[in-house]
Nanobody
Framework: QVQLVESGGGSVQAGGSLRLSCAAS????????MGWYRQAPGKQRELVAA???????NYANSVKDRFSISRDNAKNTVYLQMNSLKPEDTAVYYC?????????WGQGTQVTVSS
């Protein structure tokens, strides 16, 4: 079994920054392909930023110039640095990992941005 543990969410004023972390642990025999998604109230879950299986990075257009995804493969950990946060970034942020063709989700961490 694989577990994803997220941390770093919280409340911040518009223009502020937060850094999310997600660590994968358990039966991991290959490098996870990891990313971040978010779901705002009443909306569908959407991609925020993710690595592809060849190591490139994909970003949602709405965050492209403000958020940055990075990873530490030795720790099976992915990070999301979020700068210049806006109220519309308010959502539950979920970590996702594709490991050996299996898809895993974290429990989610709340990010609230006030104006």
């Amino acid at each position: 079994q694989v577990q994803l543990v997220e941390s770093g969410g919280g409340s911040v004023q518009a223009g502020g920054s937060l850094r999310l972390s997600c660590a994968a642990s358990g039966r991991i025999f290959s490098t996870p392909v990891m990313g971040w998604y978010r779901q705002a109230p009443g909306k569908q879950r959407e991609l925020v930023a993710a690595f592809t299986n060849i190591g490139s990075k994909n970003y949602a257009n709405s965050v492209k110039d403000r958020f940055s995804i990075s990873r530490d493969n030795a720790k099976n950990t992915v990070y999301l640095q979020m700068n210049s946060l806006k109220p519309e970034d308010t959502a539950v942020y979920y970590c996702n990992a594709l490991i050996s063709l299996m898809n895993y989700w974290g429990q989610g961490t709340q990010v609230t941005v006030s104006s």
